[in-house]
């Protein structure tokens, strides 16, 4: 009894462990005041050719065309890259996409000083809206 109850504890211990890191990832508070910033740039289609091209340039490497997650560079990346075709990424506000592609963290670069014009990184977030499945 005491052995099995041991094994269990042994077999259960990095299974937490997992749903822990998993949820820490998905886990990336965004201040409120960004989750409720309007976009100032409509989503037109200059604007949205003009976010293709920067997404192409900045992000394509690492999140993929389609905004899968599987660019070239993924592989060697720490954290949850998303998947920018579903409806859990296309649920958050343009607020909150926009201050993820400004700031960054951890493996994803901020993007305030490659990207300086604020309404360029807004149009990389009305391009993102097009990659939704
Ligand atoms: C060097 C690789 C790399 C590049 C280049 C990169 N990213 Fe990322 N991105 C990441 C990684 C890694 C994460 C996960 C970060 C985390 O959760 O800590 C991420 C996460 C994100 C997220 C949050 C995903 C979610 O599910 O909420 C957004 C939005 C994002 N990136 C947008 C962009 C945009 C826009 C660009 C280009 C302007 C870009 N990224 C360029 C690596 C990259």
């Not at 109850?5 to 211990?13: D, E, P, R, S």
């Not at 965004?30 to 293709?52: D, L, R, W």
């Not at 649920?91 to 993007?111: A, H, I, N, V, W």
Request: aromatic share 10%; glycine share 8%.
């Amino acid at each position: 009894m005491k052995t099995l109850k041991g094994l269990l504890i042994l077999l259960a211990a990095p299974l937490l462990f997992l749903s822990f890191e998993v949820t820490e990832s998905n886990d990336w508070e965004v201040p409120a005041k960004y989750k409720t910033m309007k976009n100032p740039v409509t989503a037109n289609s200059s604007s949205i050719a003009e976010g293709k091209a920067l997404y192409v340039k900045h992000c394509k490497s690492c999140h993929g065309k389609e905004g899968y997650g599987d660019g070239p560079k993924a592989e060697e990346l720490d954290g949850d890259l998303g998947d920018f075709s579903s409806a859990a990424f296309q649920k958050q506000s343009d607020g909150e996409l926009y201050y993820k592609t400004t700031t960054g963290r951890d493996d994803m670069p901020g993007f305030s000083k490659k990207i300086p014009d604020s309404e360029e990184r807004w149009s990389v977030v009305n391009y993102m809206r097009t990659l939704k499945e």
